[in-house]
Nanobody, 124 residues
C-alpha cells in the first residue's frame, strides 16, 4: 500500500508558476515510478509527466514539454512538478500516482495508487 498526498495547487495568472508536491508513505518509495496526471471538467484524466524510481528518466506530455519539470527526492519520499509559463488550458485537478509497472506508464489504469488531487486554476 502507498498513500499519496498532493499539495501546492492554487490560483495563478497566465504566465505564472506553481510547484506541486506529492508526499508518499512507505519505505519502498524509490522502487516506484511516479506520475502526474490532470483532469479538467468534462474531460478524461490525462498524462502529464512521469519519473523513474532513480529519477534518471523522465517523460512528458507534448502539451507541457519545456514548461513543466518532474523531479523527486527519495530521501523525503516526495515527487514534485514544477510548472512555469502556465496557460489557462492547464487548469485542472492535478493528481500524483505511483506504479511498479514499467509498461504503458502514461496510462492512468497502470497506476494503482492515487492522491486526492490538488486544484490548479490559471486565469487569462
Amino acid at each position: 500500500q502507498m498513500q499519496l498526498v498532493e499539495s501546492g495547487g492554487g490560483w495563478v495568472q497566465a504566465g505564472g508558476s506553481l510547484r506541486l508536491s506529492c508526499a508518499a508513505s512507505g519505505r519502498t518509495f524509490s522502487s516506484y515510478i511516479m506520475g502526474w496526471f490532470r483532469q479538467a471538467p468534462g474531460k478524461e484524466r490525462e498524462f502529464v509527466a512521469r519519473i523513474t524510481g532513480s529519477g534518471f528518466t523522465t517523460q512528458y506530455a507534448d502539451s507541457v514539454k519545456g514548461r513543466f519539470a518532474i523531479s523527486r527526492d527519495n530521501a523525503k519520499n516526495t515527487v514534485y512538478l514544477q510548472m512555469i509559463s502556465l496557460k489557462p488550458e492547464d487548469t485542472a485537478v492535478y493528481y500524483c500516482a505511483s506504479t511498479l509497472s514499467t509498461v504503458q506508464v502514461t496510462t492512468p489504469d497502470r497506476y494503482p495508487y492515487w492522491g486526492q488531487g490538488t486544484q490548479v486554476t490559471v486565469s487569462s
